[in-house]
């Protein structure tokens, strides 16, 4: 099973710009990967989801046209390139993978956090 490392989170003025990484131990371009996001007292959410290939994508409402999902196999690496950044962004971001139904390959998280 792969192990999934996220980075680039940090603190950033509403408005700014961040983007994060997810790096993962082996080739992982037969499994739909995605980010997830948790912010103090609320559940997961799904934020964005891409197909092994690249060529599909899902967003949330809440981040569709802010943010774009992308992936570089020959790197094992997923990014969230996150734009116009709000305070209602601020969580815990999670990179997790999966080949069937269910998500069950998760990273530790990286703290995004949008201030005013």
């Known amino acids: 099973q792969a192990q999934l490392v996220e980075s680039g989170g940090g603190l950033v003025q509403a408005g700014g710009s961040l983007r994060l990484s997810c790096a993962a131990s082996e080739r992982t371009s037969s499994y739909t990967m995605a980010w997830f996001r948790q912010a103090p007292g609320k559940g997961r959410e799904l934020v964005a989801d891409i197909s092994g290939s690249g060529r599909g994508t899902y967003y949330a409402d809440s981040v569709k046209g802010r943010f774009t999902i992308s992936r570089d196999n020959a790197k094992n690496t997923l990014y969230l390139q996150m734009d116009s950044l709000k305070l209602e962004d601020t969580a815990v971001y999670y990179c997790?993978?999966?080949?069937?139904?269910?998500?069950?390959?998760w990273g530790q998280g990286t703290q995004v956090t949008v201030s005013s």
């Open positions: 997790a993978a999966r080949r069937g139904m269910q998500y069950d390959t």
